[in-house]
Each structure stands twice: as structure tokens, then as C-alpha cells.
């Protein structure tokens, strides 16, 4: 099969989840990469050098500068006369140009898939991950999005693909772009840090969501993850939430610090490597997916914690 991956950039750097879907890919058949953007040459140069990348197809316009998805969309479709998959990672942006790349195609979606099992065949969680589905396609043209914590990356360097440049589609005129507000933060980048500190309505209020969860997180260069009740409670903003309506997280380690462990929470992290938790509550759901567990006050043993970090 041949495939066609969305890379997923801010203009400068390649996103880690586009190495994933290359993953996900390499198992169909070859790849190429699509570049969108304005003047990202640069990012198409990167990107011939990811491992398995045979071609790069660059689509730079005006219309492409914010890569808004009604804009790409036409030019996947225009694209994918080649190619018999199209493959993003599914984050925000790919969860926005696949689905609309899917319509103008007339095929159906394959989201969020967990494995690859033939050319047509492929696994993806259901019910907030309690359920793995096998999911068949039988459209001529797979459009398929990529839960990336399921996949190894491909290495980002090593490959020597070459890189196309290819008509363009313009301005869909259905959108426009506006602005945009970027959270800038030190810390890692929640989705893929290697150590994430989580906090959950269990630490009682902003002010001491911060004082016990941030040492932690800064001791151990680790971004900050919440539960939903504390982004709800407004301990800390809602990019932070992990679960089944907020990130997938899969690192090396995993603090659930003040969590009860709802299936809607476990559905973002419970792939993790090592799962830390401190509850007071001895019975709470998350001791049955940890790794290590203290029974006890938070307020006690995180301080001492990170005081012994
Ligand atoms: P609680 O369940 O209230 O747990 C707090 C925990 O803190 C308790 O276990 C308690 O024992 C412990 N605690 C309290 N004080 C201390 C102390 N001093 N020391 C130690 N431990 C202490 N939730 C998500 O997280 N992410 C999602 O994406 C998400 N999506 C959802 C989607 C839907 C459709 C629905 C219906 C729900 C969703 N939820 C989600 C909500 C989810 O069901 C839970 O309500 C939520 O995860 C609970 O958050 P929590 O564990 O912080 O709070």
C-alpha cells in the first residue's frame, strides 16, 4: 500500500506524534509525508530526514500559513489520487483534517486506531478504552487516524527521502483565521513527556494544586496532568486534563496524586509504564491499575517527597 502521512508542525519543529504515525504507517506499506504550511521549507528538509520517509510532497501558500483544516483538506483529496491511505496522529489538529479529508473522499473514517492488523484491518478503543474493537474498512481509500501513545516512534533522523513540491489548492473560503493564544510554559509538553505529575480534587484548591503538584513536577521535569474534577474545580486550566476528554498520555512514569481513578481518567493514562498514586482512601479504583501505591495524606507525603528528591 502506499500511504500519505500528515506531518504536524508549529512551522519550525515536527510534532513527536507525526513520528508515531509513520509508525502506523511503515505497517501498511511506503510512506510519504505531506508538508503544509507557508515558507516551511525547512520543516520539509526535517522531515525527508525521518526514518522510512520516502518522499516528501511540500505544499507551501498563503491560504496554508495556520494549516486551517477546510483549507488542506481539498489538497489531501487532490492528493490522494496517488496514495491508498491517508494517516494523521490523532491529535487536535489531525482530529480536524482527517474527518473533512474523509468526506471529500467519500469514505469513513478509522479513528484513533491501537494497532495495525492487515492492509483493511485495524483495533481502536471503544467505550473510554474498556472495550478494544477490530475494526474492517472496506473503502478502496483508507482515512485513518493514529492514537500515538500505541505506536514507537520512527527515529527523526536517518531517513533520505526527497521532497516534491505540489500544486496547490488555496483558499477554501470557509474559514479564517483569527488568532490564536499559546500557552507557553518551561515544563515539557503533557502528551509527550517522559514523567508526568498529575493532581486531582483530592489537593482541594488552585492554590494548594500549585504548592504540592508543582515542586513535584519541577523536581522531576515533568509536566503537569489533572484529573477533570480539577480542571472543573479550576485548581488549573483544562489543556492539563488527562482522560477520555482530555489527553492520552503513555509515559515512563505516571503521578496520580489525589485521584480516585474513574474510568474516564484511566482512559488517558492507564497505558503508562509505571503509575505512581497517593490516596488516602485505601479502596480508591486507581490502586488497581498502579504500580506503587502510599495509602495516606497527600499533604504529607508529597512534600516529604519531593524534600527527598
Ligand atoms: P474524585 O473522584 O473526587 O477523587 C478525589 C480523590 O482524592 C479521592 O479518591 C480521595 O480519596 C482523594 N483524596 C482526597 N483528599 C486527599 C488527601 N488529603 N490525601 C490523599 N488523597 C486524598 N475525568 C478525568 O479525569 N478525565 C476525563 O477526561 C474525564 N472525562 C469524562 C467524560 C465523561 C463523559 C464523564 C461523565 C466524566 C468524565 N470524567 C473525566 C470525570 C470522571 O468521571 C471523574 O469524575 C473524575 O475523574 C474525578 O476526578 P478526581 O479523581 O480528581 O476526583
Do not use: C
Not at 135 to 149: E, G, L, P, Y
Not at 181 to 210: D, Q
Amino acid at each position: 500500500m502506499k500511504t500519505l502521512v500528515w506531518v504536524e508542525h508549529d512551522g519550525q519543529a515536527i510534532k513527536d506524534a507525526t513520528l508515531s504515525a509513520v509508525a502506523a504507517a511503515s505497517k501498511l506499506g511506503s510512506v510519504d509525508l505531506l508538508v503544509v504550511g507557508q515558507s516551511v521549507r525547512g520543516v520539509a528538509d526535517a522531515a525527508a530526514r525521518i526514518a522510512n520517509a520516502e518522499k516528501v510532497k511540500l505544499a507551501e501558500a498563503e491560504a496554508y500559513a495556520h494549516q486551517l483544516a477546510e483549507n488542506v483538506a481539498p489538497l489531501v483529496q487532490q492528493l490522494m489520487v496517488e496514495y491508498d491511505a491517508f494517516i494523521a496522529a490523532a491529535t487536535t489538529t489531525g482530529k480536524a483534517l482527517a474527518p473533512r479529508a474523509a468526506a471529500l473522499l467519500d469514505v469513513m473514517q478509522v479513528s484513533d486506531i491501537l494497532s495495525v492488523e492487515g492492509e483493511d484491518t485495524f483495533t481502536r478503543p471503544i467505550y473510554a478504552g474498556n472495550v478494544i474493537a477490530m475494526v474492517k474498512s472496506s473503502d478502496a481509500k483508507k482515512v485513518i487516524t493514529v492514537r500515538s501513545t500505541a505506536f514507537d516512534k520512527v527515529a527523526a533522523t536517518g531517513g533520505r527521502g526527497m521532497v516534491e513540491v505540489v500544486s496547490v489548492t488555496g483558499d477554501a473560503g470557509l474559514s479564517t483565521f483569527e488568532g490564536q493564544e499559546v500557552a507557553e510554559s518551561s515544563r515539557p509538553e503533557l502528551t509527550s513527556a517522559k514523567i508526568v505529575v498529575s493532581g486531582g480534587r483530592g489537593l482541594g484548591s488552585a492554590e494548594r494544586f500549585a504548592e504540592v503538584i508543582e515542586p513535584l513536577a519541577d523536581k522531576l521535569g515533568a509536566a503537569i496532568g489533572a484529573s477533570r474534577a480539577a480542571v472543573d474545580a479550576g485548581y488549573v486550566q483544562n489543556d492539563h486534563q488527562v482522560g477520555q476528554t482530555g489527553k492520552i498520555v503513555a509515559p515512563e512514569a505516571y503521578f496520580a496524586i489525589g485521584i480516585s481513578g474513574a474510568i474516564q481518567h484511566l482512559a488517558g493514562m492507564k497505558d503508562s509504564k509505571t503509575i505512581i498514586t497517593i490516596n488516602k482512601d485505601e479502596d480508591a479504583p486507581i490502586f488497581q491499575v498502579a504500580d506503587i501505591g502510599l495509602v495516606g495524606d497527600l499533604f504529607a507525603i508529597v512534600p516529604e517527597l519531593t524534600g527527598k528528591l
